[in-house]
Nanobody, 124 residues
Framework: QVQLVESGGGLVQAGGSLRLSCVVS????????MGWFRQAPGQERQFVAA????????NYSDPVKGRFTIARDNAKNTVTLQMNSLKSEDTAVYYC?????????????????WGQGSQVTVSS
């Protein structure tokens, strides 16, 4: 059984930083991409960032480009999302996901396993 456990969310003031972590158990992720998505109340789940199997290729949505950084440690089966210069519009539940392939796709349909979500709230 594959499980993804996110941590690191919380409440932060605008301009601050948070670091989300996601630990995967039940399967090795070294051959698969990893992604982060977010969902705000009343909105659809949106792509945030993805990283390919080796960690050398990344993909970011325009709203977070230059502020967020995705990274992975295949030895520890983990993926992280460093979020800097946070804005109120970054407030959402953040989900990590295990990709079906090695490339960092942005569409949720290319991800097979999902975490339970971690709340990030940015106060203005």
């Amino acid at each position: 059984q594959v499980q993804l456990v996110e941590s690191g969310g919380g409440l932060v003031q605008a301009g601050g930083s948070l670091r989300l972590s996601c630990v995967v158990s039940g399967r090795t992720i070294s051959a698969r991409s990893m992604g982060w998505f977010r969902q705000a109340p009343g909105q659809e789940r949106q792509f945030v960032a993805a990283i390919n199997w080796s960690g050398y290729n990344t993909n970011y949505s325009d709203p977070v480009k230059g502020r967020f950084t995705i990274a992975r440690d295949n030895a520890k089966n983990t993926v992280t999302l460093q979020m800097n210069s946070l804005k109120s519009e970054d407030t959402a539940v953040y989900y990590c996901a295990v990709g079906r392939y090695g490339n960092p796709y942005y569409h949720p349909q290319y991800y097979d396993y999902w975490g339970q979500g971690s709340q990030v709230t940015v106060s203005s």
